[in-house]
């Protein structure tokens, strides 16, 4: 994780780029090439002022992204960033080095990608592919690093931490920048941390913390603070229970209990809840006939427990059935799924690939006697590796839709879903 203290000192010479990778669309849809703009445009300019470019793709070490982003920008003299595309991880990388107070060049290919409160701390240099815009680019980009350099550096450091027993320090903060997984926050005393997806709700993960969280927005939040690694996190469950601790104990798969409908979302299903802010889902696929009515009360069967990811899939018990542990719920052998039907299947056969070819899983879907099957093909590529590996167990439950249907041959094929719950996480987020 990153750390709350600076690590590295800046060393000189260094010039980090901060900017989109790959090809993208710009300008209407007009193709750019960002990796061949940074090695023949921005590298050889860099290079000619007798500094050293750096770029994340061309840096290594044992620590994950964050780290090195982290390390990179520390090291770095200047810090040069390319807003084109208003790319959120662009936008947090200039958070990290804004906070540290690192001499800064802005560049863009439109100025609108510019966040507003940015135009005014940075002159920024505007540029596109054409031949005479490219070189006009490079003569202010060596401009402005020449003139950095001359300057007195006013560099900041993240306040460091009393690492006493294992506490909460509490730290209301504000959000400085924010890309998918993480928003860096600073505290009002300067301190720096991340607010991880995990961080902010027991009931699940964010899947994207840039629908929850903008530039601006102020957090209630503090440090837990764990002496023995010297780290400190940045957490909004301080002071809570985590539910998730006893769950699969209390809750293991096959459990049958009562719960209330909390939530019902069209065409994903119902979240039922099992303990206090945190529910499980049946999905919608799986119920047949109208379904209940959020604040009902149901009686539902434990399906798939996952306390790593947060996820608790669960299965509809009709008609006051009380079906034990692995029991199987009432079926309609003489009816077949629709295409389009999504519901949580249950290993019943594993065929491992052989020589890279053939290999599939057979799935027993709620209602239905004859298991359908789900080619290598149509699998996400970590349960084929598990498949490959032998790691797929019989009774394990997949999330799978329905993608043909052979009546004749009474013959059904599937295609891997991700969870339903982060489905509905994101619909609701749309």
């Known amino acids: 994780m990153l750390t709350p203290e600076r690590t590295h000192p800046s060393e000189p010479g260094v010039v980090f780029f901060a900017m989109p990778f790959g090809h993208k669309s710009v300008d209407g849809g007009e193709p750019c090439d960002f990796d061949t703009i940074y090695a023949s445009a921005f590298a050889p300019t860099v290079e000619a002022c007798g500094m050293k470019p750096e770029r ?14 982290w390390r990179a920008i520390q090291r770095a003299e200047i810090v040069v960033i390319d807003f ?3 790319n959120s991880n662009v936008t947090f990388e200039y958070g990290l080095a804004w906070t540290l107070g690192k001499r800064v060049i802005a560049l863009t290919q439109d100025e609108d990608d510019i966040p507003s409160d940015v135009r005014g701390l940075n002159r920024f240099i505007l540029y596109t592919q054409y031949f005479a815009d490219m070189e006009k680019m490079k003569r202010e980009l060596t401009l402005q690093l020449q003139a950095l350099r001359e300057e007195t550096p006013e560099e900041r450091a993240p306040m460091p931490y009393y690492y006493g027993e294992m506490s909460a320090v509490p730290a209301p903060a504000g959000v400085i920048a924010v890309n998918q997984d993480y928003a860096l926050v600073q505290t009002d005393d300067g301190r720096l941390g991340v607010l991880r997806s995990g961080d ?16 601006g927005n102020r957090v209630e939040g503090a440090f837990l603070v764990d002496p023995q690694r010297g780290e400190a996190r940045y957490t909004l469950l301080a002071g809570q229970t985590n539910p998730w601790t006893g769950l699969p104990s209390r809750f293991p798969i096959g459990t049958t209990f009562r719960g209330i409908v909390r939530k019902a979302v069209d065409n994903i299903g119902l979240f039922v809840e099992l303990d206090a802010g945190v ?3 049946v999905p919608r696929a799986s119920i047949p006939g109208p379904a209940p009515l959020v604040g009902d009360s149901v009686e539902v069967v434990v399906t798939r427990m996952d306390a790593a990811q947060r996820k608790v899939a669960l299965r509809l018990v009709r008609d006051g059935a009380q079906p034990g542990p692995g029991a199987p719920a009432a079926r309609a052998a003489d009816v077949l799924p629709k295409p389009g039907q999504r519901a949580d299947g249950a290993v019943v056969r594993i065929v491992p690939e052989q020589d890279g070819k053939g290999g599939y899983l057979l799935l027993r879907l709620p209602q239905y006697d004859r298991p359908a099957m ?10 084929r590796a598990d498949l490959s590996n032998g790691q797929v167990e019989m009774g394990e439950v997949i999330y799978v839709e329905v993608t043909s249907v052979d009546a004749a041959r009474n013959k059904v094929l599937l295609r891997e879903l991700p969870g339903p719950q982060e489905e509905e996480h994101m619909a609701a987020a749309a």
């Open 374 to 383: 789900l080619l290598t093909q149509h699998m996400s590529d970590d349960l």
């Open 84 to 86: 084109s595309l208003r």
């Open 200 to 215: 902010v709700e027991y009931a699940r993960f964010i899947p994207d913390m840039t629908r929850r969280f903008t530039v």
């Open 279 to 281: 529910s499980g889902l």
């Open 56 to 69: 994340l793709d061309n840096l290594y070490g044992p620590q994950g992204v964050l780290e090195l982003i």
